[in-house]
């Protein structure tokens, strides 16, 4: 009789205690999952904040080479370019020229038309100039309204042709202003690099040949002598 009566306990005992013991487990379970999730979220949100950073980074990056109006290179990137052209130059005594490219008249065109008219004429010339150079040359906006190019394996003999291409498309633009053509042009003083010269004297051999343009009547090209 007393035994059947502990049978009788144990069933009735028992049950409560296997839910007891799912609820528990369930629970564990339960907490693990959030847990998980929270860890999860946690890495998207560290993934896409790095991802961000990257972004910036490469704007920053971007901004610091990269001209904002005209969207070529920009002084900073002529800079470091021409010290890595000088530096093979040197090595390979591969021919290596520099030429400046001026706008003429670029205050006046300010002036009578405005500055966005000056910003469009920047941005236009830009692209022009640089669909008339190779993919191995380089071009980048110096400052205000001049550009520089840098012209690889190209010696004095065989400048002359590329610079007169620039001086060409520029012409053939048909810029209008408020409802008025007019004729932009440009002028070129360009420079090969020679056995004592260096990245800052081959620049100032180009600002001088760019002031004999100038004086010449613009809308020509000089090339230093050697």
Request: charged share 30%; net charge positive; glycine share 4%.
């Amino acid at each position: 009789y007393a035994y059947r009566a502990i049978l009788k306990i144990q069933k009735v005992i028992n049950p409560p205690l296997i839910c007891f013991n799912r609820r528990k487990v369930c629970r564990k379970q339960s907490n693990y999952l959030r847990a998980i999730s929270k860890i999860q979220d946690r890495l998207k949100l560290m993934v896409e904040e790095t991802d961000e950073f990257k972004q910036k980074l490469v704007q920053q990056k971007n901004r610091m080479i990269i001209d904002s109006l005209t969207k070529l290179s920009n002084k900073n990137a002529y800079e470091s370019r021409i010290e890595h052209e000088y530096k093979r130059w040197q090595r390979y005594k591969e021919a290596l020229s520099v030429a400046l490219v001026d706008i003429d008249n670029f205050r006046l065109i300010n002036e009578k038309s405005g500055h966005p008219a000056g910003d469009r004429a920047l941005k236009v010339i830009a692209r022009a100039l640089q669909s008339k150079i190779r993919e191995t040359d380089f071009i980048a906006r110096y400052i205000g309204e001049k550009f520089v190019v840098i012209f690889l394996g190209t010696d004095r003999s065989s400048l002359e042709s590329p610079l007169k291409k620039l001086n060409d498309v520029i012409k053939a633009i048909p810029f209008h202003f408020k409802d008025s053509k007019v004729s932009i042009t440009v002028s070129i003083g360009a420079a090969v690099f020679g056995t004592n010269d260096n990245p800052i004297t081959i620049i100032e051999k180009a600002e001088n040949s760019l002031r004999s343009a100038k004086k010449a009547g613009k809308d020509c090209y000089v090339i230093a002598s050697s």
